[in-house]
T-cell receptor, first 115, second 116 residues
Framework: DTGVSQNPRHKITKRGQNVTFRCDPISEHNRLYWYRQTLGQGPEFLTYFQNEAQLEKSRLLSDRFSAERPKGSFSTLEIQRTEQGDSAMYLC?????????????FGPGTRLTVT | QQQVKQSPQSLIVQKGGISIINCAYENTAFDYFPWYQQFPGKGPALLIAIRPDVSEKKEGRFTISFNKSAKQFSLHIMDSQPGDSATYFCAATYREYGGSQGNLIFGKGTKLSVKP
């Protein structure tokens, strides 16, 4: 069990550029969540997948955000035309509710800075 | 509308003391209440969690107390150590149609400092 991994760990980009983050969940975990955390706040839900199906999206997930989990394993989160307000820590978590295990395990996050 | 309210915002405790962090929730559909510990620059790490069918759960130095009627739950850290200095988040989630859990809703966090 290697835990949830995220890449890159840090990303600095200029306003207007597109960025993509990757999350590799714990193997066999069929549910994958994306959260966003700004300084001094708790994580806020963005979206989640059950296997390859995207089941729910928060209203925080504007049209500039898109997430995929094409084969039900890793997931990507893309932000198009980045804005300074997108600067945050993007966190990925996974769980295996099919086994009655509700615990969500988080990765180390990707810190995005938009200049 | 903040569904999980956490207090205090910050807490200073002497080494060996008891740290107590409180959370209150509004949605009676919440069915699972975890606590997370986060160090600067790291992702949240699951500490301990409770379901509303029990009033207390203890794991090592960490205890969750749960009061369903008051819609409150708290984290107690016994014998607090400087290594416990971190930000702690309470969270809650609900049981979806089909029996699985929904997304986590977090409190705003408590920054704990344990003085040697």
């Amino acid at each position: 069990d290697t835990g949830v991994s995220q890449n890159p760990r840090h990303k600095i980009t200029k306003r207007g550029q597109n960025v993509t983050f990757r999350c590799d969940p714990i193997s066999e975990h069929n549910r994958l969540y994306w959260y966003r955390q700004t300084l001094g706040q708790g994580p806020e839900f963005l979206t989640y997948f059950q296997n390859e199906a995207q089941l729910e999206k928060s209203r925080l997930l504007s049209d500039r955000f898109s997430a995929e989990r094409p084969k039900g394993s890793f997931s990507t989160l893309e932000i198009q035309r980045t804005e300074q307000g997108d600067s945050a820590m993007y966190l990925c978590a996974s769980s295996f509710p099919d086994r009655g295990q509700w615990e969500q395990y988080f990765g180390p996050g990707t810190r995005l800075t938009v200049t | 509308q903040q569904q999980v309210k956490q207090s205090p915002q910050s807490l200073i405790v002497q080494k060996g003391g008891i740290s107590i962090i409180n959370c209150a929730y509004e949605n009676t559909a919440f069915d699972y209440f975890p606590w997370y510990q986060q160090f600067p620059g790291k992702g949240p790490a699951l500490l301990i969690a409770i379901r509303p069918d029990v009033s207390e759960k203890k794991e090592g130095r960490f205890t969750i107390s749960f009061n369903k009627s008051a819609k409150q739950f708290s984290l107690h850290i016994m014998d607090s150590q400087p290594g416990d200095s971190a930000t702690y988040f309470c969270a809650a989630t609900y049981r979806e149609y089909g029996g699985s859990q929904g997304n986590l809703i977090f409190g705003k966090g408590t920054k704990l400092s344990v003085k040697p």
